[in-house]
C-alpha cells in the first residue's frame, strides 16, 4: 500500500487548501485525500512521555489525488485531522510551508498504481 515505493511524477502541486477535514483542493482544482496520519512517537506514548513536557510528535501525512463526491459523508472523527494544517504553500528544497509558517518535508511524490500520492514529514524543532 502506502509504504511502497512510487514511481515519480513531476512538480507537486503549488498549494493545498483545506476544503473540510482531511479534504485539500490544489490550483488545478484537484481533490487530495488524507489517507494516512502517523504520529512519532504514537499519541498514546507521547500522553504519557509528555507529562510536563513541551515535546510535540513527527507528523507524517499521506495524501492522495481522488475524486470526492463531498455529499458523502466522511470519516473524519476517524483520523487526528486538527493537527494538520489549513494550507500548504510550496516552497524551495522539496518542502512545504503551512499557515502557522511550519515546514513539512515532502518524503514522496509518486505514483501508486493509478493513485498519484504525496507524502510529507512534519518535523518540530526539539527544544531539549
Known amino acids: 500500500m502506502a509504504s511502497e515505493a512510487s514511481a515519480r511524477l513531476g512538480t507537486p502541486p503549488d498549494r493545498l487548501w483545506i ?5 485539500y483542493e ?3 482544482g484537484r481533490t487530495w485525500v488524507t489517507v494516512v496520519v ?12 509528555s507529562q510536563g513536557s513541551t515535546y510535540e510528535p513527527s507528523i507524517t501525512v499521506h495524501l492522495w489525488q481522488m475524486a470526492v463526491h463531498t455529499r458523502e ?8 485531522f486538527s493537527q494538520l494544517p ?8 522539496r518542502k512545504y510551508r503551512a499557515a502557522d509558517s511550519s515546514f513539512w518535508e515532502i ?5 501508486i498504481d493509478s493513485m498519484e ?12
Do not use: N
Not at 38 to 49: C, G, L, M
Open 73 to 80: 459523508p466522511l470519516f473524519s472523527g476517524q483520523m487526528p
Open 117 to 128: 500520492q504525496l507524502v510529507l514529514t512534519y518535523q518540530p524543532e526539539r527544544k531539549d
Open 107 to 111: 518524503v514522496d511524490h509518486g505514483q
Open 38 to 49: 502517523r504520529f512519532s512517537p504514537s499519541h498514546r506514548e507521547w500522553a504519557r512521555a
Open 19 to 23: 476544503q473540510k477535514p482531511g479534504i
Open 26 to 28: 490544489d490550483e488545478e
Open 86 to 93: 489549513p494550507v500548504w504553500q510550496l516552497y524551495p528544497g
